[in-house]
């Protein structure tokens, strides 16, 4: 069996199977360099696997590519939202030596949490 990657478009007589002139392809030389970029260590095995992978949501996105979309309007929701938050409402607020009730520690009514950055 080969490993020729066949696609299916919508034909005059309903779907037919057909390769692009064209498929974005992915090297391992491509995943090392996203890895070391992500500051990522990987395996040889995963290197190989994330290849495959990859290389098969390029392929699938080869696919969507031919769906002809010239008659969908553009959008940046799938439904049609006016706003998906809640409005703004005065509420009691909890008290500065509540909040601080459990804290391991504190100084001068603040949180004081170790340091994360560099």
Do not use: C
């Not at 498929?23 to 995943?31: F, S």
């Not at 008659?71 to 409402?89: C, F, K, M, S, Y």
């Amino acid at each position: 069996m080969s490993d020729t990657k066949w696609f299916l478009r919508q034909g005059v007589n309903g779907y037919e199977r057909f390769q692009p002139e064209y498929l974005m392809k992915i090297t391992q030389e491509d995943i090392r360099h996203v890895a070391k970029l992500a500051r990522l260590e990987l395996s040889e095995e995963a290197i190989e696997a994330f290849h495959d992978q990859l290389g098969d949501i390029l392929s699938y996105m080869e696919t969507l590519n031919q769906v002809d979309t010239r008659q969908v309007v553009p959008t940046a929701h799938a439904i049609d939202l006016t706003n998906a938050l809640r409005g703004d409402e005065k509420k009691p607020h909890l008290e500065p030596s509540k909040a601080l009730e459990n804290a391991p520690l504190q100084d001068d009514g603040a949180f004081i949490v170790p340091k994360v950055v560099g």
